[in-house]
């Protein structure tokens, strides 16, 4: 029988959730629990609990710390509303059974359970602990305060927004009994000044954690008599000592610490300032994010008429925030700081921090405060659920929307607020362990399944939550201009302006034109669109340029309306849209080609649809579209089609790269650089050779009398091409058997005048143009010569800088073999056997000189010039080929075309430091990197930093400088590295050793 009864004992303990049922019993079975352990309703009360053994220990030390543990006992067994509180807040918290067994007697602030208990302001709470004596008092007070809160909050008594301004109301309540101890140890410096605690954050809002730290802001005037600085002193030494009685550890615990670095200057500023000095700052020096933070500012502690002469002098102020200049970047360049500062293995528990969690609620709500609180009212309550609800009801926020951020938000907090009640420790990350995860669903409601019921939910919220941004800010544009009845909030014509003012857009009115032209209708279309324009339009607003961007994909969307896969890719391909918004609104050079191709759009969501195309598959398509053309004419016009898709490929990838998503981070500058340069002479090879074959098939048909190759020169011949670089070439051709020289010598000049006219012809398209000056002779001389000839000129008249210019050359189309013997004949020429003379040396660096003195654009600033500047393109390449002229006959390595392998070759040699060879790698990545960004940004080439600021941002971001104001950072940058490269270079292309 007796083993029955304990069987029958350890199931009802199994089925009321103890998880350790023989612990339990053996507990229950104690001397201290006399009969009470019968008790069906006590052990009912226990299954209710979070944790069944959590509540059960700390019951158990309670009983064994209180003088009178019957009439403990005999309270509970009479007072339900003292069994849920007590056992309840044992269950959830053992940091609370702690204080309950040091303060076995606090138990009986939870024994009563009037109406004015339920939920008591800032005086109830003043009231408890304004009468401490001393700080350990006080920390005594605040902990059994707490306590009660705990106890209405885990038995539903309180919701999450009336816990959270129960524990502002705590905050401020202990702030002012701190402040009043302070003052009483030193009477003499409260009676010096007028100070004023002003909370900030959570405990402004009125929505304070369990345990967080408590932000303020002192303001300080001197009392009459007092002069300023004295005053200030003294109000600082108040302030001081209040903060260490709040921050301080011993003993009973610690409160929370007080944080005053959201202050003018944060914690290099004094810690106390007047309120004109205040007043001073924010109209000078303050940056965007302190006026977001004066949002919840609020009068707490101290001289309460001083405080409200702060609040009321810095509102007009927050609500001018919007218009201050970079206002969008600066918003979201915090937010994304915040993300990038969470240590990667904590990203997938954080409930505050992370995608999805409570800092994107808050954020979002309180940057439509920031644009739409100029001039309502309304919304400017420093509570953000407060602030979400005014915002649904002025219709800036869809009711839906709004209701479903608010069950989003109140479940991360509540579950923030479990997680931090267990040990009273301040964090935000979900706890691994399962019986952690077990105790937080229990609290939370969740009993047959509740680690993962509590998972779920997390899922859902957090993913309603990642939503926020197309719910939150663009819903309701696309509703004010699509006249459409779809029960949500609709904004005016002037509230839409205004968001997409301070979200950006430099031309509001337009950009709303063109999502009236995309989103108004019934059509299909027009649905899909209204489902893809709020994702789209954030990514818009995150570029330099969203006016661009969405005027780009109106235009796109214009010319493929009709086509069924448009649409439908953009919406089922995720990458795709967002690859599109990416490259639309990155700059001119991507969209206007994607514009004169708009198919091309196919490529974004193929996911190997923005990798560069070999040469050789480039080759046999040109030359296919080539051959199918009636003429030379359309011959070209096809070899240009396929150089506008494969150059919107390479840029489309290029942006895409550079700029990285969430999911995917930038790539590495240096292989993007040498994949880029490769890809464009890949193409630009690729239509040569179908103008080639279009000029020979026009007036000779198959074959032409007399072998021809083309000779890429520069950076065509070393895979080096940027988006805006000539074609530099030499024509090279070879009489076929039984052809006379002359025969053969009009002919090669016929087609090679020919392949530059077709090249020449107008097109929209950004030109291929063909640059045969670094032929011998220069232009003076014939525009082409046979392989016999160039042999001969070499042989008896070449001069240093034609040896220089050969380093780079390579056939690029044509005669393969006849590319091949050219290569051979020069190689002794430009590796030469003997290195160089000194006064080939000396004609190279004359050479040099004069190009800078000369070429360089007047009035360009020489230390951003990408090419010609300091530390530039010149200055690398002249420097690498100087020592290929110099030992590459002895260093394999360095007879190749390009700069970056020469360069390293050079460096294995020990022909130069290493660290020199990456100072000027590094140059050269920076400064090719540039010319790009330019022509992408642009439309055209250029080698210097665009002047409209626009522009500039643009650049930058595609540099890897985000926001608006790393601008001036990119440049300080740019010439640093650059001017590290022209040390270099100089010390080895000027100076005198080997």
């Known amino acids: 029988m007796q083993g029955g009864r304990r069987d029958s004992r350890y199931g009802q303990l199994v089925r009321r959730g103890f998880t350790e049922p023989a612990a339990a019993e053996r507990l229950l079975a104690s001397d201290a629990f006399g009969e009470v352990r019968a008790d069906t309703q006590l052990l009912d009360a226990f299954g209710a609990t979070a944790d069944p053994d959590l509540a059960l220990n700390g019951l158990v030390r309670l009983v064994e710390a209180e003088e009178d543990p019957q009439r403990l006992l005999d309270t509970l067994l009479a007072s339900k509303p003292l069994r849920d509180r007590l056992l309840g807040v044992l269950g959830v918290s053992e940091a609370l059974g702690d204080h309950l067994a040091r303060h076995p007697d ?172 205040h007043l001073a700052y924010l109209n000078r020096w303050a940056k965007t994010w302190e006026f977001q933070a004066l949002l919840k500012a609020r009068p707490v502690a101290g001289d309460m008429a001083l405080g409200e002469a702060y609040a009321e002098a810095v509102a007009p102020l927050v609500w001018q925030a919007a218009e201050r200049e970079n206002f969008v970047p600066d918003v979201q360049q915090m937010r994304r700081r915040v993300v990038e500062n969470i240590p990667a293995a904590q990203v997938d528990r954080e409930l505050k921090l992370g995608p999805g969690g409570l800092r994107d609620v808050e954020f979002a709500v309180q940057l439509l405060q920031l644009v739409h609180g100029r001039t309502d009212t309304t919304l400017r309550s420093p509570t953000t659920l407060d602030a979400l609800d005014a915002l649904a009801a002025g219709g800036y926020v869809g009711r839906q929307d709004a209701a479903a951020l608010d069950s989003a938000y109140r479940f991360l907090r509540m579950l923030e607020h479990r997680i931090q009640l267990h040990k009273m420790r301040r964090t935000h990350l979900m706890p691994e362990g399962e019986a952690d995860q077990r105790r937080l669903g229990r609290s939370l409601g969740y009993r047959s399944d509740s680690v993962n019921e509590l998972h779920k939910a997390w899922r859902k919220h957090a993913a309603a939550v990642r939503r926020l941004h197309e719910k939150l800010f663009y819903r309701p544009l696309l509703d004010a201009v699509a006249q459409l009845d779809v029960g949500e909030a609709r904004l005016s014509p002037s509230a839409a302006r205004q968001r997409l003012e301070a979200l950006g857009y430099a031309d509001p009115a337009g950009a709303l034109r063109h999502l009236e032209a995309l989103a108004s209708g019934v059509s299909r279309k027009a649905a899909i669109q209204r489902t893809l324009l709020p994702v789209l339009l954030g990514w818009f607003a995150d570029s330099a340029d ?135 002479t890949g193409i630009n090879a690729a239509t040569l050779a179908g103008a080639l074959r279009a000029a020979v098939r026009g007036r000779w048909g198959d074959e032409l009398p007399t072998r021809f190759a083309v000779i890429g020169m520069g950076r065509f011949g070393g895979h080096e091409l940027s988006y805006g670089s000539d074609a530099d070439v030499l024509f090279v051709h070879e009489a076929r058997e039984g052809v006379s020289e002359q025969e053969a010598g009009k002919a090669a000049l016929a087609v090679a005048t020919e392949l530059r006219r077709l090249l020449q012809l107008p097109t929209s398209d950004p030109p291929l143009l063909i640059d045969a000056d670094l032929r011998p002779e220069g232009r003076s001389g014939p525009l082409v010569r046979s392989l016999e000839s160039y042999a001969g000129y070499y042989r008896r008249w070449s001069a240093a800088w034609e040896s220089q210019a050969l380093l780079r050359a390579e056939p690029v189309a044509g005669d393969e073999d006849l590319g091949r013997r050219f290569t051979e004949l020069i190689d002794p020429v430009r590796y030469p056997a003997d290195g160089l003379s000194e006064e080939a040396l000396r004609e190279i660096r004359r050479l040099k000189a004069r190009m800078e003195s000369e070429r ?76 790009n960004a330019v022509m992408l940004v642009r439309g055209r080439a250029g080698d210097t930093f665009p002047s409209d600021a626009r522009e500039l941002g643009a650049v930058g971001r595609y540099l890897g400088y985000p926001e608006a104001s790393g601008s001036g950072e990119m440049l300080d940058d740019y010439r640093r590295v650059t001017r590290r490269a022209r040390a270099v270079a100089e010390r080895l292309f000027y100076g005198t050793s080997e």
Not at 157 to 182: F, G, I, M, N, V
Not at 235 to 245: N, T
Not at 884 to 905: I, M, N, W
Not at 919 to 931: F, I, P, Q, S
Request: hydrophobic share 45%.
């Open 106 to 277: 606090d138990w009986q602030a939870l024994a009563t359970y009037e109406r004015r208990d339920l939920h008591p302001g800032i005086e109830e709470f003043e009231a408890a602990v304004r009468p401490a004596t001393d700080p350990d008092d006080l920390r005594h007070r605040y902990r059994r305060a707490l306590l009660s809160i705990a106890a209405r909050d885990v038995c539903g008594t309180s919701d999450l927004a009336q816990t959270a301004a129960e524990l502002a109301d705590l905050a401020a309540a202990t702030l002012r009994a701190a402040l009043s101890l302070a003052s009483a140890e030193a009477p003499e410096d409260a009676k010096s000044c007028r100070i004023a605690v002003v909370g900030m954050g959570k405990c402004g809002g009125c929505e304070l954690n369990y345990v967080s730290d408590v932000d303020v802001i002192f303001v300080a005037e001197p009392a009459d008599g007092t002069e300023e600085a004295q005053a200030l002193q003294a109000a600082g030494r108040l302030a001081a000592r209040m903060m260490r009685i709040c921050s301080d550890t011993t003993a009973e615990g610690t409160i929370w610490p007080v944080d005053a670095n959201l202050r003018p200057e944060g914690r290099n500023g004094p810690l106390v300032r007047t309120l004109y000095s």
């Open 856 to 931: 360089m654009p007047r009035g360009a600033d020489s230390t951003t010039h990408a090419k010609l500047g300091r530390g530039g393109l010149a200055d690398v390449e002249w420097t690498v080929q100087l020592l290929q002229l110099r030992h590459a006959a002895g260093v394999e390595g360095l007879r190749t075309t390009r700069t970056r392998a020469a360069l390293s070759a050079a460096g294995e040699a020990e022909l130069i430091d290493p660290e020199d060879a990456q100072t000027l790698d590094e140059a050269w990545l920076l400064a090719t990197r540039v010319r």
């Open 546 to 680: 969203p006016d661009a961007g969405l005027l780009n994909f109106r235009k796109v969307s214009d010319a493929l309306g009709t086509t069924p896969w448009y649409l439908r890719l953009l919406r089922d391909e995720g990458a795709a849209a967002e690859n599109l918004a990416r490259v639309l609104s990155a700059g001119r050079l991507a969209p206007d080609l994607l514009l004169r191709a708009p198919e091309a759009v196919a490529l974004l969501g193929d996911e190997g649809g923005l990798r560069p195309r070999t040469r050789e598959a480039l080759t046999q398509e040109v030359l296919a579209a080539v051959g199918r053309a009636a003429d030379a004419e359309s011959a070209v016009a096809a070899a240009r089609g396929v150089r506008r898709r494969e150059m919107f490929r390479t840029a489309a990838g290029d942006l895409i790269g550079a700029y990285g998503t969430e999911e995917l981070p930038a790539e590495d500058p240096a292989p993007a650089v040498d994949r880029i340069g490769a890809a464009l």
